[in-house]
């Protein structure tokens, strides 16, 4: 890995979507997550190389789905694993559309934008004619933040209260906010803070994938949200 920032990117998304195309107990879990605020049309921003967008686009209530994404090292894998999904090589302001948005979704991604407010504010633009809903999975829990979230791009790591009051302040009704992941939490500060790991084993995240999270996302889901986690998750409503 280089340090430049192309390149150090460039390295950190090849095992990041590596490790992703493992977690498909993880992706799922985010799917059925966000599947009542998915309806109709939809914008997936930052999309990557699409490995969400098969399975947003699967949900019964997306009637269209429109994908973004500006790093043009991944249009052509996108393109490949997509075709039938359109694709904007860019950022939400080069959608040709301006309103009529039900929704946008965005998994991983507003910790890469350093104005991340006035990206929420843009979103809610987009989706202030339909009351649209926006759907947010972002790193959470700043003492967790480590040199692989450097590598990453990642600004920021996010509490409950700071996405609280940055979704209002940009015109956003919350109507879900919750930690994710608890036992990951751990995870990633024994991994990534404390060993200071700088990639992914996707053999680890296998495993964890097939016999720890499904087991940890069904009480979190079904019984008690935790009081803490790797991720949050957030819902709002634009007003």
């Known amino acids: 890995m280089t340090t430049s920032g192309v390149n150090t990117t460039a390295a950190t998304a090849d095992f990041e979507f590596a490790a992703l195309a493992e977690a498909k107990n993880y992706r799922a879990a985010l799917a059925e997550e966000f599947a009542p605020a998915l309806r109709g049309k939809v914008v997936e921003v930052g999309a990557g190389i699409g490995q969400m967008t098969s399975v947003f686009r699967a949900l019964p209530g997306v009637e269209d ?45 507003l910790e890469h934008i350093e104005h991340d407010a006035a990206e929420l504010k843009a979103w809610h633009g987009l989706l202030a004619d339909r009351r649209g809903r ?60 404390l ?27 079904r019984l008690c949200r935790p009081p803490f986690g790797q991720s949050l998750l957030a819902v709002g409503r634009a007003g």
């Open 65 to 109: 789905l429109v994908a973004v994404e500006p790093d043009a090292r991944f249009h052509a894998a996108f393109r490949r694993d997509n075709p039938a999904t359109r694709l904007v090589e860019g950022i939400v302001s080069d959608l040709p559309e301006r309103t009529g948005w039900d929704a946008i979704v965005a998994i991983n991604v």
């Open 134 to 193: 926006v759907c947010l999975f972002i790193p959470a829990r700043p003492e967790i933040y480590a040199p692989i979230d450097k590598d990453f791009g990642h600004f920021r790591r996010y509490t409950k209260p700071e996405l609280r009051r940055k979704l209002t302040a940009a015109g956003f009704t919350v109507e879900r906010l919750s930690y994710f992941n608890c036992i990951g939490y751990f995870a990633w500060w024994l991994n990534f803070c």
């Open 195 to 221: 060993r200071r790991k700088r990639t992914f084993e996707t053999r680890e995240v296998r495993f964890f994938d097939r016999a720890i999270f499904p087991v940890v996302h069904t009480l979190e889901s």
